[in-house]
């Protein structure tokens, strides 16, 4: 056993005695604080203001051709994912009409021809809908009633009582599931959501079934210890392939074993149990410091045992959530670990002709730059040299997470370069993705004069614009310590914490057994609808 690992397993055990706040007591904003908070605003009135004028009640607004787009069953994913920020920022008369318009949908049916998400469904709609019914004083039981028309479809995921893990796509029309593989992300990112409509419905089958998904997911065989496979079956609850990671296909579910623990104190340990064995299990095989600039990252393992030297903007939640469960569980370490993830995911940002951070990355460390793919070319080379990563897919959609992990970090340190970050980023955004009304992704983060993406994401209003807007506002608004953000950045209230999360004696992996994955083709992690058609276009 090495030093550090003596050092960490002491350090978890003499962590149960006290619990501190997750939030830097005494945090003070800077003066440009309201300055920058309106420069968010900002975006988001004119992003909204677009939505309404050439999209309102559709999914997303398309900004350059100013038409629309229906990628998550045409029931209006921008207005279910903006209410929460809406309410925050203050926005009521279009809460209001938001409320209205929710009020006045079918849920029951889709409006497209398309099958529905489980996981997309469940993080947009359903969390959206119980997180503005909770910011706005409970005030709108139709919220709670619309996430229970959704969530009364979404059961029949679970084919026969038997089933543990519920099918990623239903067909509403007839209440069949789409018979194919899923992975856990899909399948391990239900709890919060449902355990908060069965608290407000007063129906414990929907926090029952979400929690044996999950449950299925900790006691499985893996690959590696606490870390489950990418790919799981339905029907056989078995692993398909080895691949792990923490990024899509994964991430969400590793996310809310902390969460979930936070948000309902459970006195079941295994939630918080599994997340710290996860993360021992990561610090002890995935932890990977590129050969330039000493940058910090997980790396994935993939079927074949190898290590693969890659990144992602969906993974780079990862470091916000060692920061958040290094507070719950007392425990120094992972917050540091975490805050040197963040910060080598901001360089990701900070190293572009934009200030933009790209949707896949890669890297060298020690043991060498596999990533399973081709190897870097001269011009990425020249990159890495100068940056400690180089770029493989250079796109952004308006993704959230490494200003997510940012957020974390300034309001856990109070470091003004976390809160300097998210100003750059604010300048960053208003100057290269603003386009012919509101806001777009584009398709090459390094070059200045890049081609916009034809597509407002859902997640821009709730995810990106509520990160920034909160880490420029009072630290008491919406504090670590009295809420838990869902994957989709959906506040839920939580009861005051307790003084540790997890059984307090170390990681604790379930036991052994023999890990014999599937084979099958496995779904996209995280598809976006209209970018794929954009790029088939």
């Not at 007839?174 to 908060?196: C, F, K, M, V, Y």
């Not at 997470?401 to 003004?416: C, M």
């Not at 909160?470 to 939580?494: G, Q």
Request: proline share 5%; charged share 15%.
């Amino acid at each position: 056993m090495t030093s550090f690992r003596r050092w960490f397993l002491a350090a978890l055990a003499a962590s149960a005695v006290k619990a501190e706040s997750v939030q830097k007591p005494g945090l003070q904003l800077p003066p440009s604080a309201t300055v920058h908070q309106a420069a968010v605003k900002e975006l988001f009135v004119t992003s909204y203001e677009a939505y309404q004028t050439y999209a309102w009640g559709h999914d997303d607004l398309f900004p350059v051709s100013k038409t629309y787009f229906d990628g998550r069953n045409g029931w209006g994913a921008s207005i279910a994912d903006a209410m929460g920020t809406m309410w925050i920022m203050g926005l009521t008369d279009w809460f209001e009409q938001a409320v209205n318009h929710t009020a006045n949908t079918d849920f029951t049916i889709s409006h497209t021809s398309d099958t529905v998400s489980l996981f997309e469904t469940t993080i947009r709609y359903v969390g959206g809908f119980l997180s503005a019914y909770e910011l706005s004083g409970e005030k709108y039981p139709v919220l709670v009633e619309k996430a229970q028309d959704l969530a009364d479809q979404m059961a029949y995921a679970w084919v026969g009582k038997d089933q543990s893990i519920p099918y990623g796509f239903m067909d509403f029309t007839d209440h069949q599931p789409t018979i194919d593989t899923s992975n856990i992300a899909e399948a391990g990112t239900l709890t919060l959501e449902w355990n908060r409509l069965s608290q407000y419905s007063g129906n414990s089958t929907y926090q029952t079934l979400a929690e044996k998904s999950v449950q299925h997911m900790i006691q499985m065989s893996t690959p590696l210890p606490g870390m489950p496979a990418q790919g799981i079956n339905p029907k056989t609850g078995n692993s398909v392939g080895g691949y792990v990671t923490w990024g899509g296909g994964s991430d969400s579910y590793f996310e809310y074993l902390i969460k979930y623990a936070r948000l309902t104190n459970t006195d079941d340990n295994s939630y918080a149990d599994a997340w710290l064995t996860a993360v021992d299990t990561s610090m002890k095989t995935l932890l990977r410091f590129s050969t330039v600039g000493n940058w910090l990252y997980l790396a994935d393992y993939d079927d074949d045992k190898n290590i693969r030297h890659v990144g992602s903007h969906l993974a780079c939640f990862y470091g916000g959530n060692w920061i958040l469960g290094g507070k719950l569980t007392n425990n120094a370490t992972l917050v540091l670990l975490g805050l040197q993830l963040t910060d080598a995911c901001w360089n990701t940002y900070a190293s572009t002709a934009t200030g933009i951070g790209p949707e896949v990355f890669s890297y060298m460390s020690s043991d060498g730059n596999y990533t399973g793919n081709t190897a870097p070319n001269q011009e990425q080379l020249d990159f890495y040299h100068k940056h400690g990563f180089y770029i493989t897919a250079p796109d952004y959609i308006l993704r959230p997470e490494v200003l997510e992990s940012n957020f974390y970090a300034w309001r856990v340190t109070g470091d003004p370069k976390y809160f300097n970050n998210a100003v750059s980023a604010t300048i960053s955004f208003k100057k290269y993705l603003s386009t012919t009304v509101a806001y777009t992704g584009i398709y090459d983060v390094n070059n200045a004069d890049s081609d916009k993406i034809d597509d407002m994401e859902s997640f821009w209003f709730a995810e990106v614009l509520k990160y920034l807007y909160l880490t420029f506002d009072d630290p008491d608004h919406i504090s670590l310590d009295e809420y838990v953000f869902n994957t989709e950045c959906h506040p839920f209230k939580a009861p005051p914490a307790k003084s540790n999360y997890g059984s307090g004696s170390g990681p604790r992996p379930v036991p052994w057994q023999p890990f014999s994955p599937e084979s099958a083709p496995l779904p996209s992690a995280s598809p976006i609808p209209a970018f794929i058609m954009n790029l088939n276009s």
